[in-house]
């Protein structure tokens, strides 16, 4: 089943449960992926809408900073229940012990040595953590290997 007919049958499921914020976020997020699709005139593929999905994670994830800033920890929770359901259809995110081992290889494969070489390895890293581990946390993991 692909991750398209998986957000429609659990839109229909979600529906026939009367579970509103799950049915809210598919519905969000089948919106965005539409949106995308229209914007590119394509179907997108499993891999396309994983991007998709981990956009809205991190828009929802940089959502909660702003609440909690403003002490709104109510909407705080609620986008932290729209991030559980979310990630629900991405893959399984890569721990930080893994994290650190992919980036500390990928470092010494493209023979990086100092800030310089930052573009290099999130350039080969990136494609290697797609929708399982959040570009900021990679970004920062790099950060403290070549300074």
Aim: no cysteine; proline share 1%; glycine share 4%.
């Amino acid at each position: 089943m692909s991750l398209k007919d998986e957000l429609l049958a659990d839109m229909k499921e979600a529906m026939k449960n009367g579970d509103k914020q799950k049915l809210s976020v598919i519905r969000m997020t089948r919106a965005a992926i539409k949106n995308v699709e229209i914007e590119e005139s394509k179907d997108l593929s499993d891999d396309e809408l994983i991007e998709v999905l981990a956009k809205e994670v991190k828009q929802r994830r940089e959502s909660i900073e702003e609440y909690k800033k403003a002490g709104q920890e109510d909407t705080v929770e609620e986008l932290k229940e729209e991030i559980n359901i979310l990630e629900e259809y991405l893959p399984e995110q890569l721990s930080e012990e893994e994290l650190v081992d992919l980036v500390e290889e990928v470092i010494a494969d493209v023979g990086a040595e100092d800030m310089s070489d930052m573009g290099k390895v999130m350039g080969a890293i990136m494609p290697k953590v797609k929708g399982r581990a959040d570009g900021s946390k990679v970004n920062e993991l790099v950060r403290e290997r070549l300074q």
